[in-house]
Every structure is written in structure tokens, then in C-alpha cells.
């Protein structure tokens, strides 16, 4: 214990970046899965799908039937094309091996993070305040888990410290580090267009702090490395620049209301229970004093927040990217405040009490959320099926009137037609019910088993996936109906986290999936 503390008093930084790796490192091993859609979907899905020679979403121009671009980014997904097609090369196809070289590669950009998070504190404020938000970004017990994960929201966290970093490592002594720090936070732009808000958000700053050439310099380098990373590739997919960005404007403000609203307290309450109470109200605080002092961090921070905040299209995850700023600038004055005010220096135990509130809760949540399979009964009933060579499968999700995708890259290469048996609407008449929706060139929306009848043998599936459950024996026997042979094969059981949101919230649908063999076929296994 001695040299632990003595390492941590000769080397903060360096004992920072350890235990945090640490951490990581066990997310990259254990905490498999995907965090939320997009991560996967937009991502994992779609380059693994153009490595094996198809288009899973049909975004590339050659796939579609009336070609136009949709609204997709597509430097960061591109990047893990790049990778897939070079592990493809050295003969790597096992899909856990793949995710967790994805995982570990983001474990250690991720340290970015910490690293220039100590480096801002420590310019802003002091040793012993850059040595605790250090820790803090460092151990908080969502980080792990969500640094692990494809969201662009997460990935685009350390280039947007790292342009901050360069703006504030010799502020007024070298103009070269505008232009620098204009570059990298430019690439943000090409991970996660909003993070144009809050580099718009720097150049205001410094123009409202009269720094002219500072600030024509830093949109220079911005320029530069949107038109370098998001027009070229733009350009080399569709023969122009910029096309995927305007669609992807369009489609949001046509589908502003379309998904998950919440009203405008949304992002505060996320802010403020994240870090836990007292501590987390503390921090709200603290953000706003002093605000000028720091406008270079404030502004975009506050910028970004206010823009989701009034948007009618709000998620958990969009508030992610500007969390470690919120996190500087409140932990910093709050421990400023506690130094100075006369409330605070007569109510020491109070302090005492919010960090030991907020360290007990976070060292039982860490563990926990770092060794977390996330949608565990998804990729694994994908594991579990890529053991055979078939033909295609059936998820039975009649209970309601939406399936959950499931992520096929775990089917490793095989990307076969899969349907979907979902709730009807009440207005389906008989004739609508033995039809079905084309969600993709391979996903197909049906609403009644006996949409089988009028297909031929080759179509129908190898495989029934049933999702949860409730009235399991009546579902079961619907589909024996159609297909009498069917035999249980396994149940794959959700995450210990998996079924806790679920309980929190059943938007969160993780639920135990049944899969059934219909034997209308003999199955090879499947030695790839």
C-alpha cells in the first residue's frame, strides 16, 4: 500500500492512465455485445456486411434502385471497413477475436480522454483538482463500459479534448496550435456531425473574447479537415461533396418528432444522477460559475446541451460527447467554491460525506458495468446459430408490434433472409396478413405464420426465435401449425444488467430468447 501511494504522489498521471486502462481492459475482454443500436447497426453491421461482399443497409450507390444518399457518415464506419478487410487479410474471421480487437483499440484511444482531461485541468485550474477530475474520468462507472463501444457520441470525446487541448497548451504564445487544434476538432465533424455545435461553439468563444486571428485560424484547420475527411469521401461515393451531410440534415428535421422525445428537463436530470447526489447537484452549480473565466469550454459545452436540449429529438446517449467538459469546469469550481466560501469552510463533513456518497456507489457500479455483456441474448443466440450452415431463421416476436433487430454480424458471413413475426395492426385485413414488408434487402416483416404456406421449400426458415416468454406454449403451438417437427434447441438468457433495464424500463427490451429447430432439413455445422 505504501508504494501504491507513493507512485500516486511521485506519478498522479501515470497511476491515472494505469487504473483506468486497467479498467478498459476488462470491458475490451468482458463486456461484449453492443451499447445500443447505432453502435452496432450503423457500424459493426454494415462494414463487416461490404467486407463479405453484400451492402446490409444498402447505403452504397450501386445497391440502390434509385440512388441517394441517406445521411450517413461514413470516415468512421469506413475505418472499420479498412480494419475488417485487414484482419481479413491475415486470416482472422472468428467474430469474438474481432470484436475485441474493435474493443480494445477503442479501450486505448479512449485514454485520450484522461489523459487530456488532466492535461485541461490542470492549465484551468491546479494539481491536486487536474489529480481528482483525472481520477474521476478515469473510474466513473459508465466510462469503461461506454469506451468500449462504437457510438460516435463516445468516439468523437477524445478529438474534441484533444482541439481543446492544442487551443490551451500555449494560449497566446503560439498561433500555430489555433490552426492545430482546428484540425483535430475538425475530425470530430466527420465521427458525429453535432459536434459541429460545439466547435462553433469555440469560435465563438474566441471571438467574443476578441482573439480574431485565433479564431480565423482555428476554422482554417476546420475547414480543412471536414473538407479533407467528409467532402473527399462524399465526393469519391456520390461525385459530390457534402451530399450525405445534407441528407442527413433533411432527414432530421423531417423526422425531428419521430423518435425518443422527452421533455427538456431530460439532459439535466441525466447530468445530475450520472455522478450521484449530492454530488451530481453540486456540479450543475458549479458549471455556470464563473462561466466567463472559462468561455472557451463553457460556451460549446453549454452550446451543444442547449441545442439537444430544445430539439424535440432527444436520446440518453446525444448529451455523451460534451460529459468530461461538464465534468471539468464543475468539478473544478465546485472544489474552488469549497475553498473559498464560507458556507463550504464551515460545512466540511458535508464535502466529505458527497465524495464518499459518490466514490461507494461508483466502486460498486464500476465492476459491474465494466464486465457487462451487453444484449447478451442477441449476439449470443447469433453465435449459437452461426454454428450451422442454413438457409434462413424466423424471430417470433408476436407480443408486440416491433422486433428488435438482431446483430447477423455474429452469424459470421452469412448474410441469409431473416423474418420477423410480429403483432398485426388491428387494421390488416386477411389478405395483408399473408404479405410482408421488405424492412431491408434481407429483414422481412410478417404477421402471420401462415404466410409460410405459400412459400417454397427453399424459403422457409431453418431456425425459430422466439423473444420471451409470455404465452410461449401458445406461440409455440401456432408455429408447429406450420411446422410440426419443431424441436427446442437452447435458451439464451439476457445479462445480469440486461434484465435490471429491462425491470427500469421496458423500452429496453432484453428478454431470454428461445430458439427452435423446424427440421425441414438437415443442417451442416459450420467449420469457417
Excluded at 484533444?162 to 490552426?179: A, C, D, P, R, S
Excluded at 479533407?228 to 423531417?254: R, S
Excluded at 442454413?390 to 446483430?407: C, G, K, V
Aim: with cysteine; hydrophobic share 50%.
Amino acid at each position: 500500500m505504501k508504494i501504491l501511494q507513493n507512485y500516486w504522489a511521485k506519478y498522479p498521471l501515470q497511476t491515472i492512465l494505469i487504473a483506468g486502462f486497467l479498467f478498459r481492459f476488462i470491458a475490451a475482454i468482458f463486456s461484449g455485445g453492443f451499447g445500443m443500436h447505432d453502435d452496432h447497426f450503423l457500424i459493426i453491421e454494415a462494414s463487416q456486411s461490404w467486407v463479405d461482399g453484400t451492402d446490409y443497409n444498402n447505403w452504397l450507390p450501386q445497391n440502390q434502385a434509385n440512388p441517394k444518399p441517406e445521411g450517413h457518415n461514413f470516415f468512421y464506419v469506413g475505418l472499420h471497413y479498412l480494419f475488417f478487410r485487414f484482419v481479413q487479410f491475415l486470416g482472422l474471421t472468428d467474430v469474438w477475436w474481432k470484436m475485441f480487437l474493435v474493443r480494445l483499440i477503442h479501450a486505448i484511444f479512449s485514454m485520450l480522454t484522461v489523459f487530456y482531461g488532466y492535461k485541461i485541468s490542470q492549465k484551468l485550474y491546479d494539481d491536486k483538482i487536474a489529480k481528482n477530475i483525472g481520477l474521476i474520468l478515469s473510474l466513473v462507472w459508465f466510462m469503461p463500459f461506454l469506451s468500449v463501444r462504437n457510438l460516435v457520441e463516445v468516439v468523437s470525446i477524445p478529438i474534441l479534448m484533444g482541439g481543446i487541448w492544442y487551443i490551451l497548451k500555449n494560449e497566446g504564445k503560439k498561433l500555430i496550435h489555433y490552426f492545430v487544434g482546428g484540425l483535430i476538432l475538425g475530425m470530430s465533424f466527420s465521427i458525429r456531425y453535432q459536434c459541429l455545435l460545439f466547435v462553433g461553439g469555440v469560435g465563438l468563444a474566441l471571438l467574443l473574447q476578441k482573439k480574431w486571428r485565433e479564431m480565423f485560424l482555428c476554422a482554417f484547420g476546420v475547414l480543412i479537415s471536414i473538407l479533407l475527411l467528409q467532402g473527399i469521401i462524399d465526393f469519391f461515393i456520390w461525385g459530390k461533396p457534402f451530399v450525405e451531410l445534407w441528407a442527413y440534415i433533411i432527414y432530421n428535421i423531417e423526422a425531428r418528432n419521430s423518435y425518443g422525445t422527452d421533455n427538456w428537463l431530460m439532459y439535466i436530470t441525466i447530468l445530475s444522477v450520472i455522478f450521484f447526489l449530492p454530488l451530481g447537484f453540486f456540479l450543475m452549480i458549479s458549471f455556470f460559475r464563473n462561466w466567463r473565466k472559462n468561455l472557451i469550454i463553457f460556451l460549446p459545452t453549454f452550446i451543444f446541451w442547449a441545442f439537444h436540449t430544445v430539439f424535440p429529438n432527444k436520446q440518453e446517449r446525444f448529451i455523451f460527447s460534451v460529459i468530461p467538459f461538464y465534468l471539468i469546469l464543475g468539478f473544478g469550481e465546485w472544489i474552488l467554491w469549497t475553498r473559498k466560501s464560507n458556507f463550504w469552510l464551515s460545512r466540511k463533513q458535508l464535502i466529505f460525506t458527497t465524495l464518499a456518497i459518490f466514490w461507494i456507489l461508483n466502486s460498486v457500479l464500476l465492476p459491474i458495468f465494466s464486465v457487462s455483456y451487453s444484449k447478451r441474448a442477441r449476439v449470443e443466440s447469433m453465435i449459437y446459430l452461426s454454428k450451422y450452415k442454413f438457409t434462413s431463421f424466423l424471430t417470433e416476436d408476436s407480443n408486440s408490434q416491433s422486433a428488435n433487430m438482431l446483430p447477423r454480424f455474429y452469424l459470421n458471413g452469412q448474410w441469409i433472409p431473416q423474418y420477423d413475426l410480429i403483432k398485426p395492426n388491428k387494421n390488416l385485413d386477411s389478405a395483408a396478413l399473408l404479405k410482408c414488408d421488405e424492412i431491408s434487402s434481407q429483414v422481412r416483416t410478417i404477421f402471420s405464420v401462415d404466410f409460410f404456406k405459400t412459400r417454397q421449400t427453399d424459403e422457409l426458415p431453418d431456425f425459430v426465435l422466439f423473444i420471451g416468454e409470455k404465452n410461449l406454449a401458445n406461440r409455440v403451438e401456432k408455429i408447429k401449425k406450420i411446422f410440426p417437427n419443431l424441436k427446442e434447441e437452447t435458451i439464451i438468457e439476457p445479462s445480469l444488467v440486461d434484465s435490471w433495464l429491462y425491470q427500469l424500463n421496458s423500452v429496453n427490451k432484453n428478454l431470454p430468447i428461445y430458439i427452435y429447430k423446424t427440421q425441414i432439413r438437415n443442417l451442416q455445422k459450420n467449420f469457417r
